[in-house]
């Protein structure tokens, strides 16, 4: 089983990936955990900028999306795919979604929020003002749907792009964990 997280910042995405993959005592990857095991390959230079996202707003970023082919995209994919053929995993964000789109076993989920509330939580979760958690969630929500545009070609928070969406405002972290384990099982169990 492989369960792609795909999350708006402040939504409690990530805490849901981890608690996941906890539940199901699979393997957990993210950002930094996939940088890592990038770190043991004899070709993490090629795969350093799919960790380091790029700031939209900047003019290298624009030429860069503006001229970008798929070799760009071609090794950090294959090993994101190799990751997941391992063994039974969630992976958080790294357009996991679009990147292993065609694999049988993969759920694709979509975490969000209101921006209000996720402004609200940043703010006390991170006990800084909320003009501060304002400015950061703005900053990184841009930076993921600018990151997930450049590598898939594709709107990062459009359902479309995922078989689950859940709006982590109206229901709790271990519901959300339970939903996605239960629709998982019966996209299983659907597939038989």
Known sequence: MIITVGREFG?????????????????YYDKETLAEEA???DNYDELRGFYEEQPV????YVIATESRSFGQRKVP??????????EDC????????????????????FIHAPKEYRIDRTAADRKISVDKARRLVE?????RSGFHTYYADEQWNL????????DSSVISIEDAV?????FANKKQNFRK
């Open 11 to 27: 939504s409690y995405g990530h805490v849901i990936g981890r608690k996941l993959a906890e539940k199901l005592g699979i393997k």
């Open 39 to 41: 770190k043991k390959t």
């Open 57 to 60: 707003n900047s003019l290298l």
């Open 77 to 86: 994919f294959e090993f994101v795919r190799k990751v997941a053929e391992k």
């Open 90 to 109: 969630v992976i958080v964000g790294r357009c996991g979604n679009f990147i292993l789109k065609d694999h049988p076993d993969m759920v694709s989920v």
């Open 139 to 143: 900053k990184e929500d841009k930076a």
């Open 159 to 166: 359902a479309d792009g995922y078989q689950l969406t859940i």
């Open 178 to 182: 339970d939903l996605i384990i239960d």
